[in-house]
């Protein structure tokens, strides 16, 4: 009987990991993205400010007018770890997207830890913008 | 007596549906411009994070020298946006949608009319080469900083 009990347990957080995805995460957050596929790139740089707990990034860029979804990329960070993405080859992990300009939704799957921000930057002029995260549930 | 009633309801849903307007709105926002008519510009984006509904943005720009005339602001430009949707405004003809304004400097008061999570920012950037500028995120006008 304790064994029984114990494999529907297991099962069962097997099932609950398998379908944590992109709908379940709890923290959702957003900023803008450009690029132009030469000079002007985003970068994205996101840390895990646990320091005992690992977490799951997702990312999805969407086109702005009208939105259109793209596919969501799934990170995992352990505690205190950075990651870096850019719209770019050759700059942390390439997300490759068409269109020149739209927003990145992120979203982490554990909570609060992930802290999310982006650079949209001009190679050829040296020049660029931060922009920080929103946090999608409450807008400005 | 219930016909009168129903009648009487619906007009009161009529009625504050056309009075839905600016002064009506539950969230207002703030956050500056900078433009020269010619390679400064300032670029304004909203972004509706609901996934379900929609929501109407009003957009009223306030120059530097205490508004249009008679000292308010703009008339508000409106528009729907729907979940997951961005819009875009600029000060120049060249990023629609264009909101022309005389004024070299001032800000921009914008209003979400039922208050949904609607991300919202300006980019002051100029067009030359080099292309340098800023990214201001809004501030909620009804709270500060």
Known sequence: ?140 | MRVVAFVAGAMLLLYSFAHADWYSAKTHGVFPYWQTGGVWLTIMVFVNCSDETSDTVYVRMLDSGGGGPGGFPLPPTVVEIAPGEMRVFSTSPSVPLWIPVMSGYGYTLFAIEHGSPVAAFSACVSLSPEGPGYVVPAYNLDEGF
């Open chain 1, 1 to 140: 009987m304790k064994a029984r009990g114990f494999v529907v347990i297991v099962v069962l957080l097997v099932c609950s990991a398998a379908n944590a995805d992109w709908h379940t995460a709890k923290k959702r957050c957003i900023f803008p993205y450009f690029q132009n596929g030469g000079n002007c790139v985003t970068i994205m740089v996101f840390v895990n400010s646990s320091e005992e707990t690992a977490d799951t990034l997702y990312i999805r860029f969407e086109e702005a007018h009208p939105p259109v979804p793209q596919k969501t990329w799934t990170f995992q960070l352990a505690p205190r770890d950075m990651f870096v993405a850019s719209t770019s080859p050759g700059i942390g992990e390439w997300l490759g997207v068409v269109s020149s300009w739209g927003y990145v939704m992120w979203r982490g799957e554990e909570g609060d830890s992930l802290r999310g921000i982006c650079a949209i930057y001009n190679f050829a002029s040296g020049s660029g913008f931060i922009v920080p995260s929103y946090d999608q549930d409450h807008g400005f």
